[in-house]
Nanobody, 126 residues
Framework: HVQLVESGGDSVQAGGSLRLSCTAS????????MAWFRQAPGKEREEVAA????????YIRDSAQGRFTISQDNAKGAIDLQLNSLRPDDSAVYTC????????????????????WGQGTQVTVS
């Protein structure tokens, strides 16, 4: 049973930074994609960033390029999302997601394949 637990959400002023963390448990094997999605009130959920835990390939949405960084902390069994230069339109509930891939998978994470979801953490930028 895969469980994902997010932390790090907070309220910050525009231009500030936050670091979100997602800790995973219950994985079978280690070949997983993990990602961050976000959803603001009245808007559809959108992908933010993704990383494959074995091949290391990452994805960052265009509007976050140069501001957000996704990384993995193998010691903690977690992924982190560093949010810099935050803007009010970054305000949303940020949710961690994961899905398994075939061993030896060399591609990027497909954002439509995620099946495990955390509860989310609120980021508010004013």
């Amino acid at each position: 049973h895969v469980q994902l637990v997010e932390s790090g959400g907070d309220s910050v002023q525009a231009g500030g930074s936050l670091r979100l963390s997602c800790t995973a448990s219950g994985y079978r094997g280690s070949s997983y994609c993990m990602a961050w999605f976000r959803q603001a009130p009245g808007k559809e959920r959108e992908e933010v960033a993704a990383i494959h835990l074995i091949n290391g390939r990452t994805y960052i949405r265009d509007s976050a390029q140069g501001r957000f960084t996704i990384s993995q902390d193998n010691a903690k069994g977690a992924i982190d999302l560093q949010l810099n230069s935050l803007r009010p339109d970054d305000s949303a509930v940020y949710t961690c997601a994961a899905h398994p891939t075939d061993p030896g998978y060399l591609g990027r994470c497909r954002m439509t394949d995620f099946r495990y979801w955390g509860q989310g953490t609120q980021v508010t930028v004013s």
